[in-house]
């Protein structure tokens, strides 16, 4: 079976490449034989130690026959120690295994006896060497045999070692040539296919460019006509999509990504007329009109997110298609919106300033005259008053100043409230702590006498009541509500501070027994400038109740009257106990002293 055209050009690339691996796998297992061979036979070097025990016995018998000459240098029992000492070494460990392969263990035992022998002889006569050579003579001889033995065996495995090793070696080096000629192929093969590689790259190039020539001669009339129609439409000022038939998607312009978000993902072919149309819909801050597709034209005006405001126009074609133009009508829908606000501001503050007028220059009037009356008597009869006299028309005087002045304070509020210069900046607070301080300081500003402002919490081991407000306002709220129950009140009657949640809102009630409202004027008190009949002998302009309730719907919440009877009227405060979104203004909420 022959190969494939793939196969035949890769086998001898692939059979130069498991040589080379082979080749290299082969010395190293070589050279690793070598090198354990070399450490093996460097441990079993027996040559030494049988020269050193011929020494030893040698130098043994010289002292003997020194001692016979009574040289009293020579020691005999010292060198006999000696060579019995190599004989030990010679009889323990690898040397005893040595010795047993080359069959001297016999040689050996006998020698070690011989020399047992020789101590015992040593130690009966030393007078005589003569007397010790029928036992030193044996033991030389078998000490000469086994060192001839010995250097023959190491001859013949040095011998034979060499041999190996010279092998290996050649072996070795004839691995590295073919390593190199392996190498110098894989070379010459790298090479060979650069060359193929670059002239296939040259080849298929010139493919590419007269493939290219062909594509573009054969397509350059369309785009010369695309590019016509496409210059017609993107020059129009406003946004283009055409759909067909089917309601899917066919051109877009580029106007279209400017003035709609996130055009790319609604305007796609994948996306019918009528979903895109429901899509845009719901994207939209608010809309009016409606974009129906099976009426010959409709037409709807959308507000963005951004505040943008875009007119969406949508006619039906010959062919049953739709065509949709998006125009940017910002401009105009800001300026309606604008003058439509300034309209209903207008006509609000003349309502305001209408009432205003009335109730100001009534209330105004009156101080003045209360004023002047009261500095006419003092200039008049200044020296006829006591000093008591004169400190309480001081007073008096004093405090229709003060009135006046909350009656300009009260009117500011209500202007800056119209404007919308009030705004709310929530933060999570304890209604009880700042309850708790607001009642503080009310108590300190005023006399002794006042009565008590008692605070319960429900539940009573509430230790944190925490609400989502502006502390300024909520501030401003009850010190309101406090001051109209500190007027209205019966002497001597506590005023009563309820608190209280559920899951979703704070509460506070204030209550005081004293000053009832009709029922019938109970839906009107959180009117402006309207005040009931129960306050028609207090100072007021009728402002303080409906400045609480804008500033508790600026933070979200509400207040409003529980009831009204002769055992109690009861005024609660409901705030939100979780953070809002919703924001009426960019400005900071101020505090004020207001009351009805």
Known sequence: ????????????????????????????????????????????NMLWVITQAQVASHRFQEAIHRHAMEDPAARPQQRLDVLFSRL???????????????????????????????????????????????????????????????????????????????????????????????????????????????????????????????????????????????????????????????????????????????????????QPLKTVIHKLCHACASHSGNLNTDQPSSQCDMELNGGQWRQITLRQTPS????????????????????ENALERERGVSDFYRSFAAMVSHQFRTSLAVIDSGLQRLMRRHKGFTAPEREERYQRLRETVMHMTKLVDASLLTARLDAGQVSSHHKRHDLISLIQGICHLHQAQHDDDQPPINIMVLPPGLSRLMACCDKALTEQIIDNLLNNARKYALPDTPIEIELNQD????????????????????????????????????QGLGLGLNIARTLARIQQGELELISSSAEATVFQLRLPRTETDHSSGSGKGEQYDETQ
């Open 1 to 44: 079976m022959s190969l494939a055209p793939k196969a035949r050009i890769y086998w001898l690339p692939l059979a130069a490449i498991g040589m080379f691996f082979v080749l290299l796998f082969f010395s190293l297992l070589r050279l690793s034989e070598v090198e354990k061979a070399m450490r093996n036979n460097v441990d079993e």
């Open 88 to 270: 030990t070494l010679m009889d323990d460990g690898p040397q005893r295994r040595y010795i047993r392969a080359l069959g001297l263990e016999t040689l050996l035992d006998e020698s070690l006896e011989h020399l047992t022998q020789l101590d015992a002889s040593l130690n009966e006569d030393l007078d005589t060497a003569d007397a010790l050579d029928p036992v030193i003579q044996p033991l030389l001889a078998k000490l000469n045999r086994m060192a001839n033995a010995i250097m023959m065996a190491e001859w013949e495995a040095t011998g034979d070692w060499l041999d190996a090793y010279h092998d290996s070696l050649m072996q070795v080096i004839y691995s590295a040539i073919g390593i190199l000629v392996t190498g110098l192929l894989l070379a010459l093969l790298l090479l060979w296919a650069l060359l193929k590689r670059r002239q296939a790259q040259k080849a298929l190039t010139n493919h590419l460019d007269h493939l290219e020539d062909v594509v573009s001669a054969r397509t350059r009339e369309l785009q010369d006509e695309r590019q016509r129609l496409a210059d017609s439409i993107n020059t129009a000022p406003d946004g283009f999509a055409s759909f067909a038939a089917n309601g899917q998607l066919q051109l877009v312009n580029a106007q279209l990504d400017t003035l709609v978000p996130q055009s790319q993902q609604l305007f796609t072919p994948v």
């Open 320 to 339: 049953g298609g739709h065509v949709m133009r998006v125009a940017d009508i910002t401009p105009y829908k800001q300026a309606a919106i604008a003058l």
């Open 503 to 538: 899951g979703q809102w704070a509460y506070c009630r204030i209550r005081n027994q004293g000053g009832v409202i009709k029922a019938s004027e109970q839906s009107k008190i959180f009117e402006r400038f309207y005040r009931a009949t129960n306050s028609r002998q207090q």
